[in-house]
């Protein structure tokens, strides 16, 4: 977690180009350190809909009780508020939201369609620059993954969301979705590039990274949501108009 007291530059440069926070999110001590990458998601989410950045305030040191000790100005110009989680089986199990089904498995069609604007229609990337997802270089030499079966995850995501077939590409460590025409596949990958996520196309199949090295709540979930959100923009934007063939 960052120490507190100190702020990013990068985060000062988004700062002074679009803006002042007028959102922030607190990460205090006690907070599971593997979770924070969903805070970050969550801030990216609230970013896309004001329009302006988020704050995102970490520190390893300071429980929750003695920041809101702090805050300056009278005890009434504060309304704070503790919003409890769902009581649903299915609840969201973290702040992106990662929504799990009855069975303990993730709810992907539940789960993409509260992600921001395609960022070719002008909304924030789901992956910054700096934290792009990459195809894996030399695939046959890096591990598994042995918590889950990472291939079938994203698999299962991608048909559950979209109702594409898709298999192992014959290039280690990209998955072939089945596309229903050349145009689609180019366009899909096109888009899905602009998300900062690596994508290609061959004839009517859209190649995107997959590697069992792969973790669920970030490279897995990128790629399914990123391959969701670009067939559905296709399928009511594109296709709908008549521009598919």
Same mark, same amino acid.
């Given at each position: 977690?960052?120490?507190?007291?100190?702020?990013?530059?990068?985060?000062?440069?988004?700062?002074?180009?679009?803006?002042?926070?007028?959102?922030?999110?607190?990460?205090?001590?006690?907070?599971?350190?593997?979770?924070?990458?969903?805070?970050?998601?969550?801030?990216?989410?609230?970013?896309?809909?004001?329009?302006?950045?988020?704050?995102?305030?970490?520190?390893?040191?300071?429980?929750?009780?003695?920041?809101?000790?702090?805050?300056? !100005?009278?005890?009434?110009? *504060?309304?704070?508020?503790?919003?409890?989680?769902?009581?649903?089986?299915?609840?969201?199990?973290?702040?992106?939201?990662?929504?799990?089904?009855?069975?303990?498995?993730?709810?992907?069609?539940?789960? *993409?369609?509260?992600?921001?604007?395609?960022?070719?229609? !002008? !909304?924030?990337?789901?992956?910054?620059?700096?934290?792009?997802?990459?195809?894996?270089?030399?695939?046959?030499?890096?591990?598994?993954?042995?918590?889950?079966?990472a291939i079938a995850e994203i698999r299962r995501g991608i048909y559950e969301t979209t109702g594409l077939y898709s298999e192992p590409a014959a290039e280690p460590g990209w998955l072939a979705v089945t596309c229903h025409s050349k145009?689609?596949?180019? *366009?899909?990958?096109?888009?899905?590039?602009?998300?900062?996520?690596?994508?290609?196309?061959?004839?009517?199949?859209?190649?995107?990274?997959?590697?069992?090295?792969?973790?669920?709540?970030?490279?897995?979930?990128?790629?399914?949501?990123?391959?969701?959100?670009?067939?559905?923009? *296709?399928?009511?934007?594109?296709?709908?108009?008549?521009?598919?063939?």
């Open positions: 977690m960052q120490e507190e007291g100190s702020v990013p530059t990068a985060e000062n440069d988004v700062v002074s180009a679009a803006g002042r926070p007028t959102l922030a999110v607190l990460v205090h001590e006690g907070f599971p350190a593997d979770l924070v990458v969903d805070v970050e998601e969550l801030c990216r989410s609230f970013s896309g809909f004001t329009g302006a950045p988020v704050a995102l305030a970490a520190s390893g040191s300071r429980t929750l009780e003695s920041t809101l000790d702090r805050l300056s !100005g009278d005890a009434g110009g *504060w309304d704070i508020r503790f919003v409890a989680p769902p009581t649903s089986k299915a609840a969201s199990m973290s702040s992106a939201p990662f929504v799990y089904r009855e069975d303990g498995r993730p709810d992907w069609g539940a789960m *993409w369609q509260g992600f921001c604007e395609l960022a070719l229609y !002008g !909304g924030p990337p789901h992956r910054g620059e700096a934290d792009a997802l990459h195809a894996v270089e030399n695939p046959l030499e890096v591990p598994a993954n042995p918590e889950f079966d145009k689609m596949a180019a *366009w899909m990958a096109a888009s899905i590039i602009l998300e900062n996520v690596d994508a290609k196309c061959d004839e009517e199949r859209l190649l995107v990274p997959a590697h069992p090295s792969f973790r669920l709540k970030n490279e897995v979930k990128s790629v399914i949501t990123v391959v969701a959100k670009c067939n559905h923009y *296709w399928q009511a934007h594109i296709a709908a108009g008549g521009a598919a063939e």
